[in-house]
């Protein structure tokens, strides 16, 4: 199986700051990599797919780059609502598999 | 706009079958593929398995085989069902829709899950 490892699993930052989350797969897995973000008690969001497409409805704050092995979620500017956990998932091989996520929290 | 919601029973005995229920509305269930995910307490998510409207499926190898996804076009749901139960199995799962956006599947609509726990 792929494995994917997210770092960081946590951090706390303030409203306004700019976040960034990484993501390595154990093999290359070209572009087939999503982004989602998940609440607790909510239906995880989709945010993100193929590496850098932007889901509709989805605010132009979040971008997602990378190729390959290595992967970047960025909030360009954290608003209130985005605190929540952000996992990863590769989609080139099945079993398809996810990050461990990494958890925003208020600073 | 797709909705998605799981039903089942909450608690299930060790060695027994976990049953649960995704009902689709907002959309039809054909021409779609469907999934399953799962995520044990603290642990991140897992995936499970997906069925295509006509029945094809694909699962993860490390149920073991356990794992039975079934769909329903009449009532718009789909199911899946996972024997021989231990504590291990005790997650909250998701359901969710996979779509292929230019060969790249992504898993756009989730229902907002629900926790199985095993006990006796």
């Known amino acids: ?107 | 706009q797709v909705q998605l919601q799981e039903s089942g029973p909450g608690l299930v005995k060790p060695s027994e079958t976990l049953s649960l229920t995704c009902t689709v509305s907002g959309g039809s269930i054909s021409s779609y593929y469907w999934s399953w995910i799962r995520q044990p307490p603290g642990k991140g998510l897992e995936w499970i398995g997906y069925i295509f409207y006509n029945g094809n499926t694909n699962d993860n190898p490390s149920l073991k085989s356990r794992v039975t996804i079934s769909v329903d076009t009449s009532k718009n749901q789909f199911s899946l069902k996972v024997s021989s139960v231990t504590a291990a199995d005790t997650a909250v799962y998701f359901c969710a829709r996979l779509f292929y956006y230019s060969g790249n599947p992504i898993l756009d609509y989730w229902g907002q899950g629900t926790l199985v726990t095993v006990s006796s």
């Not at chain 1, 990484?22 to 973000?37: E, K, M, V």
């Not at chain 1, 998940?38 to 850098?52: D, E």
């Not at chain 1, 509709?56 to 970047?72: A, E, K, L, N």
């Open chain 1, 1 to 107: 199986d792929i494995q994917m490892t997210q770092s960081p699993s946590s951090l706390s930052a303030s409203v306004g700051d700019r976040v960034t989350i990484t993501c390595r797969a154990s093999q290359s897995i070209s572009s087939y990599l999503n982004w989602y973000q998940h609440k607790p008690g909510k239906a995880p969001r989709l945010l993100i797919y193929a590496a850098s497409t932007l889901e509709s409805g989805v605010p132009s704050r979040f971008s997602g780059s990378g190729s390959g092995t290595d992967f970047t979620l960025t909030i360009s500017s954290l608003q209130p609502e985005d605190f929540a956990t952000y996992c990863c998932q590769q989609s080139h091989t099945t079993p398809w598999t996810f990050g461990q996520g990494t958890k925003v929290e208020i600073k």
